[in-house]
């Protein structure tokens, strides 16, 4: 069974930054991109961004020059270095890791970790 593991959320002042880290495990072979999306309370999840196994990156407009994305294909690892923090970007934020090919049986699929929080604020 594959678990995506978030880890690096916390509280900080705005104008601050955090880097937020995705580890997927289990008998994965490949994955084709993986991203991070976010939701406030009251409000819809959104996309935040998202990179392709090849590097090729998307973000929303809200964080565009100011959050990036990278990963790690060998670790099966994503990061999420969030600079400028705003108190809008308070959210809890979701790794997704989209087309997934396991072993054991094969499979592929799209897999959502537990959340992490992320608050920013004064």
């Known amino acids: 069974q594959v678990q995506l593991v978030e880890s690096g959320g916390g509280l900080v002042q705005p104008g601050g930054s955090l880097r937020l880290s995705c580890a997927a495990s289990?008998?994965?072979?490949?994955?084709?991109?993986m991203g991070w999306y976010r939701q406030a309370p009251g409000k819809q999840r959104e996309l935040v961004a998202t990179i392709t196994s090849d590097g090729s990156t998307n973000f929303a407009d809200s964080v565009k020059g100011r959050f990036t994305i990278s990963r790690d294909n060998a670790k099966n690892t994503v990061y999420l270095q969030m600079n400028s923090l705003k108190p809008e970007d308070t959210a809890v934020y979701y790794c997704?890791?989209?087309?997934?090919?396991?072993?054991?049986?094969?499979?592929?699929?799209?897999?959502w970790g537990q959340g992490t929080q992320v608050t920013v604020s004064s």
């Open positions: 997704n890791a989209a087309g997934v090919l396991t072993a054991r049986p094969i499979t592929i699929s799209n897999y």
């Open positions: 289990g008998s994965i072979l490949s994955i084709s991109a």
